[in-house]
């Protein structure tokens, strides 16, 4: 065997023996972070059972639309890195992080 094959063939195995780990990582990544969706989900559910629980005469008023559309951004933006449909450039919308008012 050549020696310049030798080489080719140990630099493949290394880049392999490299590749394995990285690609685990971001399958581990993928999936921790359908999870975190999986919990965003259960907080929606859980939002819409609280505002149907709440009282109608509370003195400060929270916004339950403000918080679900606050957790639908940051649920899209997790499933569109997992996905990998993120679109360079696209504008970014901030989280209110605004849910209360008093009457």
């Not at 649920?75 to 209360?100: C, E, F, M, W």
């Amino acid at each position: 065997m050549k020696p310049r094959t030798i080489s080719k063939s140990a630099t493949v195995f290394l880049l392999t023996l490299w590749l394995i780990p990285c690609r685990a990582d971001v399958e581990l990544e993928r999936h921790n972070l359908a999870k975190l969706v999986e919990e965003i989900d259960f907080l929606m559910r859980r939002v819409d059972q609280i505002k149907q629980e709440k009282s109608s005469d509370q003195r400060v008023y929270f916004h339950y639309g403000r918080l679900k559309e606050d957790l639908n951004k940051v649920r899209s933006g997790i499933n569109d890195h997992i996905t990998g449909s993120l679109n360079a450039g696209r504008q970014i919308k901030p989280v209110s992080g605004q849910y209360h008012d008093h009457r």
